[in-house]
């Protein structure tokens, strides 16, 4: 008798509401070893979310965001890839972060707001939630600017000006950049250079 396999699917959506949990309560459950060290979740407005598994071309552009970004770095900010920052309601782990001072000056918590220059998310599976649920959040946080990069449609979508606390928060300004445009990478309100987007594409 032959049997079928069937596929592992993440179940839907409790249709009742559930608990939302805060930073320090999700702290508290880190601390007391409620999730192992490589669970796939990060918490996002309050909920506890689960991540994505990446695939090659999204791992390739994180890579390539970052080698990009530290060629144009000033000694004073570092680059993070894939650590988490944290916020009021959340504690996102951005694929890119770019960081003022340097890894040492955060040995018992991770950076907050008014830490950080900007964040890049690669976007191919979780391009909606990316453009909606993440970009919300960095809005609120007044975070300067926050990169996709859009493996979707080939392109780096680049949001300015966020509203910060907010009924809707957002970013005022957005720019779409194709292969064969430059990105200027502002930081503290000063453009230190720029990246190609033909080198952080896969």
């Known amino acids: 008798m032959s049997s079928t396999i069937i596929p592992h699917l993440p179940p839907a959506a409790p249709p ?17 070893g409620v999730f192992a060290d490589d669970e796939p979740a990060e918490l996002l407005e309050g909920w506890l979310m689960p991540k994505m598994p990446k695939k090659p071309p999204h791992n390739l552009s994180t890579g390539l965001v970052c080698d990009a970004l530290q060629g144009v770095l000033p000694s004073r900010w570092h680059i993070d890839c894939q650590g988490s920052v944290t ?3 959340s504690e ?28 890049v998310e690669i976007s191919d599976t ?3 939630r990316d453009r909606g ?11 300067p600017a926050y990169w996709i990069v859009n493996l979707v449609d080939n392109q780096v979508e680049v949001h300015t000006d966020p509203t910060g606390p907010a009924d809707q ?7 779409i950049f194709k292969p064969g445009d430059s990105i200027p990478v502002i930081l503290d309100g000063k ?5 190609e987007v033909n080198a952080i594409l896969p």
């Open 16 to 32: 009742e509401p559930i608990l939302r949990i805060s930073v320090e309560q999700y702290h508290k459950m880190i601390d007391s």
């Open 92 to 119: 996102p782990e951005p694929d890119v972060s770019v960081v003022r001072g340097n890894r040492r000056d955060y040995p018992d918590g991770h950076p907050g707001p008014k830490d950080v220059g900007l964040l």
């Open 87 to 89: 916020t009021s309601d």
């Open 133 to 143: 649920m993440k970009k919300r959040i960095f809005a609120r946080a007044s975070i």
């Open 169 to 175: 928060p957002d970013y005022r300004q957005k720019q």
């Open 191 to 195: 453009e230190i250079g720029k990246v």
């Open 126 to 128: 979780t391009l909606a």
